[in-house]
């Protein structure tokens, strides 16, 4: 009797493990668990995923000053992504040198 009483108990423990599995899934923990890898360990690793317009974009700015083709196609653009990175990027002063000097030689842009 008390191994019928065990399988029993056994089987629905694992019914009710099931369920709750199956909630979870088709609830939106997966989603919230994907986006929450996607910005917290994607995009640092890979911050050519990041667009200039994401509020992330500070992550770029590194890359960009390294090889200016990374910057976006128009001055304008570039002149805001430079001015972004200015003010929210965290940048070493020699960093900051370099993105000055940058922005100098970019027409208009201060």
Known sequence: ???????????????AAFVCV???????????ALLLFFY????????STISWDDRTAW???EGAMAD???????????????????????LSEAQQKTLEEQMRKLAGCR
């Open 1 to 15: 009797m008390k191994t019928v009483r065990k399988v029993l108990l056994w089987s629905l423990a694992g019914i």
């Open 22 to 32: 199956g909630a979870i899934w088709i609830s939106s923990l997966p989603n919230l």
């Open 40 to 47: 917290g360990v994607f995009q640092p690793l890979f911050p």
């Open 59 to 61: 992550r770029k700015c």
């Open 68 to 90: 200016p083709h990374q910057w976006p196609p128009t001055s304008y653009g570039t002149c805001v992504a430079m001015q972004m990175c200015y003010s929210e990027a965290p």
